[in-house]
C-alpha cells in the first residue's frame, strides 16, 4: 500500500478521531513517564507512527464509472455535446455509440453524413473518451450484455425525450429493466429535425441580395432561433478559464463554423498542432450573412460558439471576432500564427468591397495557408438535405405522429 507522506496522519484525525486521540493521549503519557521515572524502558514515539498508518484511506481502490450513450449524431450540433456533457458528469468515463448507417436507414431515412464523418465529429467532443461504431439503433439484450460484460459499462444514458422504435416501443426499455439506465435533461431549442427544416426552408425562400437582411433574425429567412444563451452555458462549455502560459505559442483561425461538421474539427485539430493554444474566432451572424447571403448563417453565433467551445482541440474563442485580423487584435491576444484553410466559402468581398483580411498577418510574416484534411463545406452539407428534402419531409410527418402518439398515451 501506497501513502501520502504528508497526510495520513490528518486523515487518521479526520476519518477515526476518538480511537486516533486516544493512541496519541496514550502515547504522550508513555513519553512522560519515562522521562519522569527514567529507569523504565518504554519505546519512544517513532515506532509508534507508522502502526497509526492504517487509517490511511486507499484512494487508488475506487472503481471508474463508466458510462454509455448512444445516437445516430446526424447534423451534429451543440445540443448533442450538452447531452455528452451531462452524461460525462454521471461517471468517470463516457463511451459512445454510434448507430449505423444501415440502422438509421432502417429506423429514420438515409443520414445526411456517413459514419467516417460522424465518428470523427464524436471523437472530437472533449466529453467523450471511447467510441463504438455501428451500435443498434435499439438497446438488444444481446448488446446489453455486450456493454456490461466486455466493455464494462456501469449505466446506459438517454435524454428525457422519447426515443421511440417503428413498432411504438422503447429503445431502452430493457436498460430501464435491469436497473442501469439514467436520463438526463434534453437540450431545448435545438434538434437535428430543426436543422433540416432552417436549411429547406432557406432554400425554397426567393433569394434576395440585399445585405441588409439576414441581421440577428437572419432577415426573412423565418428562422428565429429557440436557444437562449447563458454565461452559465458557455462557462460550461468552456476549458474553466485557462489562458495560455506566458511563452505559449498561439495560434488563430476563424470562420463562420457553422452547421459544425467534420471539416471543421480536422482542421482544427490541424492548427492545434501547430501551436500550444489555439484560438479560434467566430464571425457574427451580420459578417456571415453579408459574405454568404440573407439566409445565412444556419445556426446563429451563440449556437455555433457552443459547437466550437465542445471540441477537443480549442482553447478558447472569441464570439464575433472581427473580419480582418487586425495588429492591435494580434498583439492583444499575443497571437504568434495565423492560419486558413485551403477548403473554404469565404469570398474575398465584404460590404461591396475587395479585401485581404489576413493583410496584416502575411506582412508581419506570421501566416499560414493549412491543408483542409476534409473536403467539406458547410454549403456541400445544406445540399446533402436539399437532394434527399421529399424523404426528410416524409420523415419530419412520421416523427411527428409518432411523437404526438407517445405523448397522447
Not at 484511506?57 to 472503481?63: C, D, E
Not at 447534423?75 to 454521471?90: F, V
Request: net charge negative; charged share 20%.
Amino acid at each position: 500500500m501506497e501513502f501520502d507522506s504528508n497526510g495520513w496522519m490528518w486523515d487518521g484525525v479526520y476519518y477515526y478521531p476518538h480511537l486516533f486521540g486516544g493512541v496519541m493521549l496514550t502515547a504522550a503519557l508513555l513519553g512522560l513517564s519515562t522521562g519522569y521515572f527514567g529507569g523504565i524502558n518504554v519505546p519512544s514515539m517513532p515506532y509508534f507512527l507508522p502502526d497509526l498508518r492504517m487509517f490511511q484511506k486507499k484512494k487508488s481502490g475506487k472503481k471508474r464509472v463508466r458510462v454509455y450513450m448512444d445516437g445516430c449524431f446526424d447534423l451534429m450540433h451543440y445540443g448533442h455535446a450538452n447531452a455528452m456533457r451531462q452524461a460525462k458528469a454521471l461517471g468517470d468515463e463516457l463511451v459512445v455509440g454510434i448507430v449505423s448507417d444501415e440502422e438509421i436507414i432502417a429506423n429514420k431515412g438515409p443520414p445526411v453524413l456517413s459514419m467516417e464523418e460522424r465518428l470523427i465529429l464524436v471523437s472530437g467532443l472533449k466529453w467523450v473518451d471511447e467510441v463504438i461504431a455501428n451500435a443498434p439503433y435499439a438497446i438488444t439484450e444481446e448488446f446489453m450484455n455486450r456493454l456490461f460484460n466486455e466493455h464494462n459499462i456501469d449505466y446506459i444514458i438517454h435524454g428525457d425525450d422519447p426515443c421511440l422504435l417503428p413498432n411504438g416501443t422503447d429503445a431502452y426499455e430493457l436498460a430501464k429493466k435491469a436497473g442501469r439506465y439514467k436520463q438526463i435533461k434534453r437540450t431545448e431549442g435545438v434538434s437535428s429535425t430543426d436543422i433540416v427544416t432552417k436549411v429547406c426552408e432557406a432554400h425554397e425562400e426567393p433569394h434576395n441580395t440585399n445585405n441588409n437582411q439576414g441581421k440577428e433574425n437572419h432577415g426573412k429567412g423565418g428562422h428565429m432561433s429557440h436557444f437562449f444563451p447563458t454565461s452559465r452555458r458557455i462557462v460550461q462549455f468552456s476549458n474553466g478559464g485557462k489562458g495560455p502560459g506566458p511563452n505559449a505559442r498561439v495560434v488563430y483561425i476563424d470562420g463562420a463554423f457553422d452547421l459544425f461538421h467534420a471539416g471543421h474539427v480536422e482542421i482544427l485539430k490541424s492548427a492545434r498542432k501547430l501551436g500550444d493554444f489555439l484560438l479560434v474566432g467566430i464571425h457574427s451572424d451580420q459578417t456571415v450573412s453579408e459574405q454568404r447571403g440573407p439566409h445565412h448563417p444556419i445556426m446563429h453565433l451563440h449556437e455555433r460558439s457552443l459547437s466550437v467551445l465542445a471540441c477537443r482541440y480549442v482553447d478558447e474563442v472569441i464570439i464575433g471576432a472581427p473580419w480582418e485580423v487586425t495588429r492591435d487584435m494580434i498583439s492583444t491576444f499575443n497571437i504568434s500564427l495565423v492560419v486558413h484553410g485551403t477548403v473554404a466559402e469565404s469570398n474575398l468581398c465584404f460590404n461591396g468591397k475587395r479585401t485581404d483580411r489576413y493583410e496584416v498577418p502575411k506582412g508581419m510574416g506570421i501566416f499560414q495557408m493549412l491543408e483542409s484534411p476534409q473536403n467539406i463545406t458547410t454549403t456541400s452539407v445544406a445540399q446533402r438535405i436539399i437532394a434527399n428534402h421529399e424523404v426528410y419531409v416524409v420523415i419530419l410527418y412520421h416523427m411527428l405522429l409518432a411523437h404526438l402518439s407517445f405523448n397522447s398515451n
